[in-house]
């Protein structure tokens, strides 16, 4: 569609001509799976699979007739269940470290990549109260080969930790002996190849393409897109005889062959596969989303420009994916201010037919609607950051699974197609099975239950702490900032987490949550002069310390110019550098804005904390908040 004005007759009879049909609510009902009413680190849905883990580390893989519902009693389902192959110490813990990666052969065989964090979890007092603080024991990471016949099959990945991409027998990783090491790994022979990507405090995201296997990868730590020829990287690829970190590898490094370049820094990424649409590239932006899509067509299938989704900044986006036809996004948006919820449906142009490397069209020139919407008394959906489509039928019926992952909030959204005139926006209430007595709000603020929420990674997630090997370079900062019997006084702040300063909720949770520091942190100081406060922090890399400056504003009033509520740097040369690029401003072209989305949801998160655990507050508003963080 041609972006100069049309006349308005014209482009009406232009939008609607191009409408298909909307989705349309319907009903409610618990997960149909008994598996899905359980409590899950994480999940996927792929056309006739899923695959979730528990926080147990139990792996769960349910093969399913294409397109037909999930009822067990039919028999089209079968489940498969792994336990957790690390034993645990007493008082041990595990936790995903990173996204676990997912591939499925024509053979029906379905293959998971995951990596663990394992951890002694003690709880440390904060002034807000006490959050779980890691000691940090090691790493594993598991092949698991799931058949739909049951069958099952696992080994150990030595050396290789937190999973970007999987495709047939090669893996990408960030990590290398539990530090900042991307590298690619063909998992038969144990080749390895080390890319060139100084990703050191920021996480990658990725996928490799067919027909070609080009891996594609992007961080939120820098902008653009690099391109990966598995050609080449498989000709660099040798068994290693040294561990990450050893001898630093600078020679032998391979270079991406291609790259996009992006205006900004994304945010974040999502990876969906589709089964019409293949693979789609989600980047989150600091006002919208930018999609990629595969182009058949073209050969090797490299992801080509289709389109952006502009996310208004009076809401925050939790989840997404594709319509069945992969002809519109579904997201689950919130209000910032009248906490409620929207699933809300927005047309997406045609996919190119040809390769391209600028996206053309916008969605403002056609539409977007509500599925649904909440109320603030009953926005059941506050916390749900997991969406998939559950199922179709050839009748137009829809099943959408919205979920909370770490919870037991798992809600199916059935829809049925109708045209554009006939669409609806009912309120959905809280569900006719969430309820909760006296006793069972009691047993919801117990302090190892609380203590479990604050340690959601939504929420913040666990402390986890660092201590450099190498010298520190402070500069010239103030002693004051730094004296050794403050230390302990300001470390308490910097863990610490409320909602006074909304959307923000504690310096290191923001750190990591606003700003993408997905390290272990070193604190090394802070200072407050009633205007602002000021944090110092450190993390080690493979090229030595990378140091962090992050300033909030206390006194928002006392400066009107000032546009974000805080401002993070870095610098690989000392702390009073990357102080100094906070104070002055200093390259904000360079360094990543506050995220649109992810302190409003830890935000949202501490508020129902706070909420449950205050005795004083209005039982119904606990009950609420306690439904909310099932």
């Known amino acids: 569609m041609s972006t100069s004005k049309m006349d308005s007759g014209r482009q009406d009879a232009t939008h609607n001509s191009r409408i298909p049909k909307v989705l349309s609510f319907i009903s409610t009902s618990q997960p149909a799976l008994p598996c899905l009413r359980e409590r899950s680190s994480w999940i996927t849905v792929r056309d006739g699979w899923l695959a979730s883990i528990k926080p147990d580390g139990t792996l769960l893989v349910v093969f399913y007739g294409a397109h037909l519902p999930w009822r067990p009693s039919s028999g089209t389902s079968m489940l498969v269940e792994v336990d957790c192959p690390i034993i645990l110490d007493e008082g041990c813990s595990h936790r995903l470290c990173g996204t676990p990666q997912a591939s499925h052969s024509n053979t029906g065989e379905v293959q998971l990549l995951v990596s663990w964090d394992i951890d002694r979890l003690t709880p440390r007092e904060t002034a807000s109260g006490a959050i779980p603080e890691a000691v940090h024991l090691g790493r594993k990471t598991y092949l698991f080969t799931i058949s739909s016949s049951g069958s099952k099959v696992l080994y150990e990945i030595p050396h290789s930790s937190h999973p970007v991409a999987f495709a047939k027998e090669w893996a990408c990783f960030s990590d290398k002996d539990g530090v900042a090491h991307a590298h690619v790994r063909n998992l038969k022979d144990g080749r390895e190849a080390d890319m060139m990507l100084d990703t050191f405090h920021g996480s990658l995201f990725g996928t490799f393409v067919l027909p070609s296997l080009s891996l594609f990868v992007f961080s939120d730590e820098y902008g653009g897109i690099r391109i990966f020829d598995i050609d080449t990287l498989s000709e660099h690829a040798q068994v290693p005889n ?25 945010q974040g990424a999502t990876v969906l596969h589709h089964p019409v649409a293949g693979i789609v590239l989600v980047l989150r932006r600091d006002e919208d989303l930018e999609l990629y899509c595969q182009v058949q067509a073209d050969g090797p299938g490299d992801p080509s420009a289709w389109a952006t989704v502009k996310i208004p900044t009076s ?18 948006l919130h209000d910032k201010v009248d906490k409620c919820s929207q699933l809300r449906m927005s047309l997406l142009p045609p996919r190119p037919a040809v390769h391209r490397r600028r996206i053309e069209e916008s969605l403002d020139d056609w ?28 009748s137009g019926e829809t099943t959408l699974l919205v979920g909370q992952l770490e919870s037991t909030l798992w809600i199916e959204i059935t829809c ?18 969430m309820t909760m007595d006296d006793s069972g709000l009691l047993a919801r603020t117990s302090s190892d239950v609380i203590e479990t929420l604050r340690g959601r990674s939504a929420a913040g997630g666990v402390i986890r702490k660092t201590q450099s090997k190498e010298p520190l370079s402070l500069g010239a900062i103030a002693p004051s900032w730094v004296a050794p019997d403050m230390l302990p006084i300001l470390e308490d702040d910097f863990y610490s987490r409320s909602t006074e300063l909304a959307p923000l909720v504690g310096a290191a949770a923001d750190m990591a949550l606003a700003f993408g520091v997905s390290r272990p942190m070193q604190f090394l100081g802070g200072h407050s002069d009633g205007y602002h406060s000021y944090w110092l922090a450190a993390t080690p890399t493979p090229k ?31 702390a009073a550098h990357a102080l100094e690029l906070v104070t002055r401003r200093i390259g904000e072209r360079q360094f990543k804005k506050l995220h649109p989305d992810a302190p409003y949801i830890a935000s949202a998160l501490q508020e ?8 004083r507050a209005a039982t119904p508003a606990r009950i609420a908040a306690a439904l909310r963080l099932s």
Request: aromatic share 8%.
């Open 544 to 574: 030595g310390n990378r140091y962090f400056a992050y300033a909030v504003v206390e006194d928002r009033e006392a400066d009107p110019d000032i546009k974000e509520p805080a401002t993070f740097r870095y610098s690989d040369v000392q």
């Open 416 to 433: 049925m197609s109708c045209d554009w005139d006939n669409r609806i926006t009912p309120v959905l209430p809280t569900p006719s099975w």
């Open 367 to 394: 539409g977007s609607w509500d599925i649904l919407h909440t109320t603030p008394g009953s926005d059941i959906l506050r916390h749900c950051n997991s969406l998939q489509v559950l199922s179709t039928k050839p």
């Open 608 to 615: 129902d904390i706070g909420c449950l655990t205050n005795t």
């Open 242 to 266: 040294s561990h990450a970190g050893v001898a630093p590898a600078k020679a032998g490094r391979t270079p991406a062959e291609a790259g996009y370049r992006t205006a900004q820094i994304p």
């Open 315 to 332: 809401v925050y986006l939790t989840a997404l994916c594709l319509s069945p036809e992969a002809n519109a996004l579904i997201m689950l």
